[in-house]
Every structure is written in structure tokens, then in C-alpha cells.
């Protein structure tokens, strides 16, 4: 069994409503935020997804990146967790030390959460012959999901 590294603190729906400056209704439908728990009004929000301005749109492209291949709780723990990718940061603190979406994204795809899975790889380590890649593609990347990602950052320098 894998273990899974939840970071809070957690914000109820409310809560996280009023950072986003949405109201609550709004938050569930929306596919670049991560939220665990249960139904209505009940599920809990993880407040790294909100800075002073709202919703981080950085880290809502790379929800969207994987949300197709990973549920919220996988994409939660690898973006805290650290990454070979990422000279052994998490992303999460990649992108909050250095700014460098383009990188979290890449290593999204190498040697993101589910990466087995989505290459086709079992866990015996063979490659199911089931496994078709999408001919679709995002900026030169694979796009899962049927999702299309945020519009990037606008780059001060």
C-alpha cells in the first residue's frame, strides 16, 4: 500500500469561496482545485491552492494537467512530495521558490503522480499492449483527460 501525505492546513468550502472570491456553489464544479471529503458542503479544500490574489493558476495548470490520470488525494501527495525531476523538491515548493511552471509541468509528465498507468506499465513492470496514447497534445505535451489547461502566467521578466 502507498502512502499518501496530506498537507493542510484545510479550508471548508466557504472558507475557500471567500479566497477565491467566488461563491461556494462555484468552487465543486471547478477542475484545477483539489478537495477531499465528502459531499455538499462537506468536502474540505487545501489552502496551497490560494494565494492573496485567488486560485494559484499555476498550480491549477498542473491539476488540469493530471487530473485525467489521477484523483485529487494522488495529485495532493505528489505535489508535496519531493521529485527526482526537481532536484529532489516537491513541486509545490519548486514553484513557490523559484516561479517555474514550465519545469513542474515537464516533470508532471516524466515523473508525475500514476505514470506507470498512464504509460501502460502493470505492476509486474510489462506494458499492456491496451494502452493507446492520445493523439491529442497540449503545447507539446500529451493532453489527458479531454481537459484544456489554464492559460499560463504572464512572466514578469
Not at 496551497?48 to 491539476?63: A, H, N, P
Not at 529532489?88 to 516524466?110: C, F, I, K, Q, Y
Request: no cysteine.
Amino acid at each position: 500500500m502507498t502512502e499518501r501525505v496530506l498537507v493542510g492546513p484545510f479550508l471548508t468550502r466557504t472558507e475557500a469561496a471567500r479566497l477565491a472570491g467566488l461563491a461556494a456553489r462555484e468552487l465543486p464544479p471547478r477542475l484545477d482545485l483539489l478537495r477531499i471529503g465528502g459531499k455538499g458542503r462537506h468536502e474540505a479544500y487545501f489552502a496551497f491552492q490560494f494565494d492573496r490574489t485567488g486560485v494559484r493558476r499555476d498550480l491549477g495548470s498542473v491539476v488540469l494537467l493530471l487530473r485525467g490520470s489521477s484523483d485529487d488525494v494522488t495529485i495532493a501527495d505528489w505535489l508535496v512530495t519531493k521529485n527526482p525531476a526537481l532536484l529532489e523538491a516537491s513541486p509545490l515548493t519548486w514553484l513557490n521558490r523559484r516561479g517555474d511552471l514550465e519545469s513542474v509541468l515537464v516533470a508532471a509528465e516524466t515523473a508525475g503522480p500514476a505514470i506507470g498507468d498512464r504509460l501502460g506499465v502493470t505492476a509486474a513492470g510489462t506494458r499492456r499492449t491496451d494502452a493507446i496514447p492520445s493523439p491529442l497534445t497540449v503545447e507539446g505535451r500529451p493532453r489527458r483527460g479531454g481537459l484544456s489547461p489554464l492559460p499560463r502566467p504572464i512572466s514578469s521578466h
